[in-house]
T-cell receptor
Framework: AQSVTQLDSQVPVFEEAPVELRCNYS??????LFWYVQYPNQGLQLLLK??????LVESINGFEAEFNKSQTSFHLRKPSVHISDTAEYFC??????????FGIGTKLQVIP | DGGITQSPKYLFRKEGQNVTLSCEQN?????MYWYRQDPGQGLRLIYY???????QKGDIAEGYSVSREKKESFPLTVTSAQKNPTAFYLC?????????????FGSGTRLTVV
């Protein structure tokens, strides 16, 4: 079985400050990892993903995530957040023949 | 542009009624999924389908039904047996043969019991 743990349900941060949203996973097989973003009353959008190769992956809007196999983590970071980054962020994992498992989400609140 | 269309965006249901949520995709994806989202509980899988005319129960299928008569369409019916249907419902699709593709989501339907 696989699982995803998002350790923080809400993260308040001031505008232009750095942020880290934490994600840990468990799986007995090799995994693919994803981060999705959800703006209010909308569906989820794929932000970035790790499939293989370089452990650091980046999105087009300045977010990055690093796959750490030894710590079974895939934390999402941004060096300087903007008001428009206010949203809920979901970590997800899939491995072997299993369906995607989503975390419960972390609400990022950017304070002006 | 390719994508997933969910309709309606808002839906109100009276006690004892069945309602059907529409999900259509033009991405040529084989797999489609229905999730329910409640505050603080993340996404919970209701049903999924990997091929036309076949579907499987997810983690919370009781009180729901689906059909997959066409590749493009995967409607969800919320029956009167679902005791607490008020929630945000999300439809998603993926290229089933490429697990690294990720999911494409629709914009959701918010169902409220009145």
């Amino acid at each position: 079985a696989q699982s995803v743990t998002q350790l923080d349900s809400q993260v308040p941060v001031f505008e232009e400050a750095p942020v880290e949203l934490r994600c840990n996973y468990s799986s007995s097989v090799s995994v693919y990892l994803f981060w999705y973003v959800q703006y209010p009353n909308q569906g989820l959008q794929l932000l970035l993903k790790y499939l293989s190769g370089s452990t650091l992956v980046e999105s087009i809007n300045g977010f990055e995530a690093e796959f750490n196999k030894s710590q079974t983590s895939f934390h999402l970071r941004k060096p300087s957040v903007h008001i428009s980054d206010t949203a809920e962020y979901f970590c997800a994992v899939t491995g072997g023949y299993q369906k995607v498992t989503f975390g419960i989400g972390t609400k990022l609140q950017v304070i002006p | 542009d390719g994508g997933i269309t969910q309709s309606p965006k808002y839906l109100f249901r009276k006690e004892g009624q069945n309602v059907t949520l529409s999900c259509e995709q033009n991405l040529n994806h084989d797999a489609m999924y229905w999730y329910r989202q409640d505050p603080g509980q993340g996404l919970r899988l209701i049903y999924y389908s990997q091929i036309v005319n076949d579907f499987q129960k997810g983690d919370i299928a009781e009180g729901y039904s689906v059909s997959r008569e066409k590749k493009e369409s995967f409607p969800l019916t919320v029956t009167s047996a679902q005791k607490n249907p008020t929630a945000f419902y999300l439809c998603a699709s993926s290229a089933a043969q490429d697990r690294g593709y990720g999911y494409t989501f629709g914009s959701g339907t918010r169902l409220t019991v009145v």
